[in-house]
């Protein structure tokens, strides 16, 4: 039985249902405009610089970084990497291929993008702790590093113009992601003069006397000695047949081994004296027209820079000059050789450490072999024409009226199209530079403000002056290994306290901006 409606009741419900889809219809309305209005306003909060140089990404103790921060310490560390591995760089992280999908180990299946990463976190732990532990010392910039900051934007903003940037800040977006301004490169490169300034300060703030660095060398002797000796290796690796070329033959690991130990034995048993080593060696590279016995086989080495089973042969304490011996490289190695190896001596540095300022005098390439009767005649006529530009440039600092160290600096600066490189020497042993160079600095006669032209046929004619000698080396060499040792210590414990804790901003970034790839 169906209900008795009158038709004013049904006229105002049916008004009632009108009123309420109506409201719905705003509802629903009014909610599409507001996620409207809520997208419009995250796309401009993302889309502008507020996000990267305002929001926290990562914090290191109290000390808060943005986006934009843990960008630029990013690009940093991966600049850095490029900068030391120069070249071979592109052979790693080939170009094209996103960091995220470059596996840097295979191991744990971490990405270049993630071992950036931790670098850039691990950068940005230290510089604030640095930064933080400076203030508490109350430590100011030594006077000549307060422009710093200014100099080197003066500098990038040249930069950024000469290469067709509107601005410094279109550069530095360009360089290190959206978000970076002159204010907040400033702001992280401001940090990062001040960590490295106090870094250098805690170093050098380690003392010792004199007992203690002549004990801790003792200790640690066969790490700081150099070992002189000569060296030919026979290859002991698995020859695979190359149809290409008729020289190679297939060869198991086994045959490989045993043929490089006979030859290495018959080297071994032909030596007599250093010279037979060297005669020796010559005779195996007669097709070599360029090969250089003498100079190829000998090398000078520190003890923590050798390995077993060489190390231990060569730091015997019952080890005697014109000592012989043939080695194997471990079974774990990458590459597998037999050595002969011809012990010469053993330097505990007991000399002084010298400083100066060199250049070099590249070799004039528009000098033609083809036009000289002889390589040896071509070769005088390259080293001719070197010594004279060098003499140019000694004449030059002789009449300039500033005969110091930067004086010297500033007339190298004079000649880049022939001076290819210049840089100071800062208490140098001799064996940190050519053979040469080390007999003319470590003269004892030799007074600060001399200078002089040597001749080297791999590098070309260094121009040299002569600045101060520094002391004993070993002395250096044992103090500076433990002030390093003391400076890790303290860091470490330090660091402690500034561990990065990573925020959703980071996570939000890395997706936004697809940093790393």
């Not at 002991?236 to 043929?259: F, G, H, I, P, Q």
């Not at 009226?401 to 490189?421: H, I, K, M, P, R």
Request: negative net charge.
């Amino acid at each position: 039985m169906s209900e008795n409606v009158s038709p004013r009741a049904a006229k105002r419900a049916q008004e009632e249902k009108a009123l309420q889809e109506k409201k719905r219809y705003n509802i629903t309305v009014t909610a599409i405009v507001a996620v409207v209005i809520v997208l419009a306003l995250f796309a401009g909060f993302f889309g502008s610089n507020l996000f990267y140089n305002k929001t926290t990404a990562v914090k290191a103790g109290s000390e808060k970084f943005t986006v934009a921060d843990f960008n630029y310490n990013y690009f940093s560390v991966y600049n850095s990497f490029y900068s030391s591995y120069g070249d071979m760089a592109q052979y790693i992280l080939p170009a094209g291929t996103p960091l995220r999908e470059t596996v840097y180990n295979n191991e744990t299946g971490e990405t270049w993008a993630d071992f950036f990463e931790e670098q850039a976190l691990s950068r940005i732990s230290q510089v604030a702790m640095l930064n933080a532990e400076a203030a508490r010392e109350g430590f100011l910039l030594p006077p000549d590093q307060r422009t710093s900051v200014d100099d080197t934007v003066s500098g990038l903003t040249s930069t950024a113009l000469s290469q067709g940037f509107a601005s410094l800040d279109a550069y530095l977006s360009y360089c290190y992601g959206k978000g970076m301004t002159e204010k907040v490169f400033r702001e992280n490169l401001s940090r990062d003069v001040m960590a490295n300034a106090y870094s250098d300060y805690k170093l050098n703030s380690f003392t010792y006397t004199p007992e203690q660095i002549t004990s801790h060398y003792a200790e640690n002797s066969d790490d700081f000695d150099f070992i002189t000796y000569r060296i030919y290796s026979f290859s002991a690796n698995a020859v695979t047949d190359n149809t290409e070329t008729e020289e190679d033959e297939t060869l198991s690991a086994e045959d490989a081994k045993a043929r490089a130990l006979e030859d290495a034995n018959a080297f071994k048993a032909a030596v007599t004296d250093e010279q037979s080593f060297i005669d020796y060696a010559a005779s195996l590279n007669t097709d070599d027209e360029d090969y250089d016995a003498d100079a190829s086989t000998k090398t000078s080495v520190q003890g923590s820079n050798l390995s077993d089973p060489a190390k231990s042969w060569l730091i015997d304490a019952s080890r005697r000059e014109g000592d012989v011996e043939v080695l194997e490289t471990a079974e774990d190695a990458a590459s597998q050789n037999v050595y002969v190896l011809y012990y010469i001596g053993r330097d505990s540095n007991q000399y002084q450490a010298v400083s100066g300022y060199y250049g070099i005098v590249a070799k004039d390439d528009t000098i033609v072999e083809d036009n000289y009767d002889s390589h040896e005649a071509y070769e005088a006529a390259v080293q001719a024409a070197a010594e004279e530009t060098a003499q140019g440039v000694l004449d030059t600092f002789a009449t300039s009226g500033n005969l110091t160290e930067d004086g010297f600096a500033e007339v190298l600066s004079l000649y880049t199209e022939t001076v290819t490189s210049s840089n100071a020497l800062t208490s140098v042993g001799k064996y940190d530079v050519p053979e040469a160079l080390a007999a003319w600095l470590s003269d004892p006669e030799r007074k600060e403000g001399d200078t002089t032209k040597i001749y080297d046929e791999s590098y070309g004619c260094f121009v040299l002056f002569f600045t101060s000698q520094d002391g004993i080396y070993a002395d250096l060499l044992s103090e500076n290994d433990l002030r390093s040792d003391d400076y890790s210590a303290w860091q470490t414990a330090a660091l402690e306290n500034y561990k990065t804790d990573t925020q959703w901003e980071m996570f939000l970034s890395k997706k936004i901006t697809a940093l790393g790839g």
